[in-house]
Nanobody, 118 residues
């Protein structure tokens, strides 16, 4: 069983920065793909950024150049550094672990609120 615990959300002014962290329990972190998603009330959950076990990254167009995803396998932790934040980045951010070995499975954190004021 995998548990994901997010931290680092909060309230920040436009143009500011936040760093989200997600700590994973269990032994499959280093072989798993990790991602950050965000979701507004009543809307679908969208991918923000992802990182493979090998370190390859992918970003949504809306955050490219402003956000950076990284991982520390020694700490079983994935990070999302968010710079130049905009009011439209306001959402609940969710950490995701995708188990890439059988049985394939998605695990989700509880979510952390990010609010960017104008």
């Amino acid at each position: 069983q995998v548990q994901l615990v997010e931290s680092g959300g909060g309230l920040v002014q436009a143009g500011g920065s936040l760093r989200l962290s997600c700590a994973a329990s269990g032994s499959i972190f280093r072989i798993s793909a990790m991602g950050w998603y965000r979701q507004a009330p009543g809307k679908q959950r969208d991918l923000v950024a992802s990182i493979t076990a090998g370190g390859s990254t992918n970003y949504a167009d809306s955050v490219q150049g402003r956000f950076t995803i990284s991982r520390d396998n020694a700490k079983n932790t994935v990070y999302l550094q968010m710079n130049s934040l905009k009011p439209e980045d306001t959402d609940v951010y969710y950490c995701n672990l995708y188990r890439t070995v059988v049985p394939f499975h998605d695990y989700w954190g509880q979510g952390t609120q990010v609010t960017v004021s104008s």
